[in-house]
């Protein structure tokens, strides 16, 4: 079983940057879908961003499209999220996850989960 451990989270100010990494372990990405999720306190758990190893593509939620870019590094197995021009709202835990199949944005397709980094952008 792939083991997922997320890093990189922190404070930040407005406008600011962070890169989230993913780092599997046990077993590499290229059997898997990887996502990012995040969940902010008494909300749900929404998708972020996706990418998909064969054919390589990339999928983002509309409210970070243009800001937030995922990307993978084979050698190292390791998926990050870059995340540009951070805003309050993007304030959450955020989860990497592996799937097979089944909707690459929702949650129920994910079998495996990260613990997660924390968050927070400030005003």
């Known amino acids: 079983q792939v083991q997922l451990g997320e890093s990189g989270g922190g404070l930040v100010q407005s406008g600011g940057s962070l890169r989230l990494s993913c780092a599997a372990s046990?077993?590499?990405?290229?059997?898997?879908?990887v996502g990012w999720f995040r969940q902010a306190p008494g909300k749900e758990r929404e998708f972020v961003a996706a990418?998909?190893?064969?054919?390589?593509?990339?999928y983002y939620a509309d409210s970070v499209k243009g800001r937030f870019t995922i990307s993978r590094d084979n050698a190292k197995n390791t998926v990050y999220l870059q995340m540009n021009s951070l805003k309050p709202e993007d304030t959450a835990v955020y989860y990497c996850?592996?799937?097979?199949?089944?909707?690459?944005?929702?949650?129920?397709?994910?079998?495996?989960w990260g613990q997660g980094t924390q968050v927070t952008v400030s005003s």
């Open positions: 990418i998909r190893w064969v054919p390589y593509s990339t």
């Open positions: 046990g077993r590499t990405f290229s059997n898997y879908n």
């Open positions: 996850a592996v799937r097979n199949s089944g909707s690459i944005d929702s949650p129920v397709s994910y079998t495996r």
